[in-house]
């Protein structure tokens, strides 16, 4: 849970890409500040915005087979692959963790509170973490994207919870 946390604080710092910012939204300012916050004050900055425009002009999508190779062979792209596989890998290994951690608590718990409250009360608290999910999704989309992050705590949230309730209620 304390690296679920710590990676939604570090995450949340961070500004979006200058290609998302620039393409999907059409915010030039917004992609030039995006590249001096990541690459620094660079007279280089402009000439690469005017280069992801040109990349979004020509509209260039190739084939997913065709597209290996070149992600392969690509320093840039597949440094981009490895890191997007890492936070992957570990993601699930968090919330699995979590989970074990919190069967633990479970296990131990049925003793000290009973098996129908801790049951009762831990799945409530796993239903609210879903509707919290619905809920911070729906608001990262119509009113801040920042929100999105509110869905990775309500996940890890049910990953805990359910933990609890299903160890806390076994035999």
């Known amino acids: 849970m304390l690296a679920g946390i710590g990676a939604v ?21 917004g992609a030039l500040a995006s ?24 509209g260039y999508e190739a084939p997913f087979l065709k597209s290996i190779p ?24 968090v919330f699995i963790a979590c989970n074990f951690i919190a069967s633990i608590f479970g296990a131990l718990a ?10 009762l009360s831990f799945a409530l608290c796993n239903t609210l973490s879903l509707c919290a999910y619905c809920v911070f999704d729906r608001i990262a989309f119509y009113v801040d994207e920042q929100f999105k992050y509110g869905c990775i705590a309500s996940l890890i949230a049910y990953g805990i919870t359910f933990g609890i309730s299903i160890m806390g209620s076994r035999d």
Not at 71 to 93: E, W
């Open 110 to 119: 049925v003793d000290r509170f009973g098996r129908r409250p801790l049951l």
């Open 70 to 93: 070149i992600v392969i062979r690509t320093p840039h792209l597949r440094q981009a692959y490895f890191v997007g596989f890492c936070a992957l890998q570990i993601g699930s290994f």
């Open 35 to 58: 590249l001096q916050f990541y690459r620094g004050k660079d007279e280089a900055n402009e000439a690469v915005i005017e280069n992801i425009q040109k990349e979004a002009q020509a």
């Open 9 to 29: 604080t570090l995450v949340s710092f961070l500004k979006e890409t200058p290609k998302y910012l620039l393409i999907t939204r059409g915010n030039h300012q």
